[in-house]
């Protein structure tokens, strides 16, 4: 089965607390596409990143890192130093190659406190 | 670089009736996909084009959904009658090539009364 799995629905955090969104997907297709996308209050989904199964190096973007691991089947994403305007519903996302289909977690509602 | 445009943002209507969406994916972007969102989930895929052809519509409630994409370019959707479930918003998408990353439009808004 393709699955994504993001099991956490809400995190509530206090600004400049580091916070990591966990994401577990499922796939018997050995190439695949991961992403991560952010839905702020507007309602549109903004592209964050992508990654190939055949790149397992960790990424880093300003405050933003992810942690891809195949052993476990996850890609996690950590917010540093979090700010208010972080807060939005996070969704990780798989494509695989069999089906060129795009499939999403539930997503995470990321609350930051001031 | 206009990105991917949608309307109406919000429409509200009366069970039985029509509606229909209009998508205008970002220039050059071959691929468009329409999703539906129901609120707290995340999107699910109803269709999606290579340009002028559908290359999967599994998802897509044929007995009340369609869809088109005439030219390859711009596309509608439409839902005819609409019934309570159909409360949602739908979102278009469209991505340069077929592994690519996806860019959305703001989405439209549709509650059934």
């Known amino acids: 089965a393709q699955k994504v799995t993001q099991a956490q629905t809400e995190i509530s955090v206090v600004e400049k607390e580091d916070v990591t969104l966990d994401c577990v997907y499922e796939?018997?297709?050995?190439?695949?596409?991961l992403f991560w996308y952010k839905q702020p209050p507007s309602g549109e989904l903004v592209f964050l990143i992508r990654r190939n199964s055949f790149d397992e190096q960790n990424e880093i973007s300003g405050r933003y890192s992810w942690n891809f691991q195949k052993s476990t089947s996850s890609f996690n994403f950590t917010i540093t130093a979090s700010q208010v305007v972080d807060s939005a519903v996070y969704f990780c996302?798989?494509?695989?190659?069999?089906?060129?289909?795009?499939?999403f977690g539930s997503g995470t509602r990321l609350s930051i406190r001031p | 670089e206009a990105g991917v445009v949608q309307s109406p943002r919000y429409k509200i209507i009366e069970k039985k009736q029509p509606v229909a969406f209009w998508c205008n994916p970002i220039s050059g972007h071959n691929t468009l996909y329409w999703y539906l969102q129901n609120l707290g989930q995340g999107p699910e895929l109803l269709i999606r084009?290579?340009?002028?052809?559908?290359?999967?519509d599994s998802q897509l409630p044929k007995d009340r959904f369609s869809a088109e994409r005439l030219k390859g370019v711009d596309s509608t959707l439409k839902i005819q009658p609409a019934e309570l479930g159909d409360s949602a918003v739908y979102l278009c998408a469209s991505s340069a090539t077929n592994t690519g990353e996806l860019f959305f439009g703001e989405g439209s808004r549709l509650t059934v009364l």
């Open positions: 996302a798989l494509r695989y190659s069999s089906a060129s289909k795009i499939i």
């Open positions: 796939t018997r297709d050995t190439t695949y596409y």
């Open positions: 084009y290579e340009n002028e052809e559908a290359v999967d």
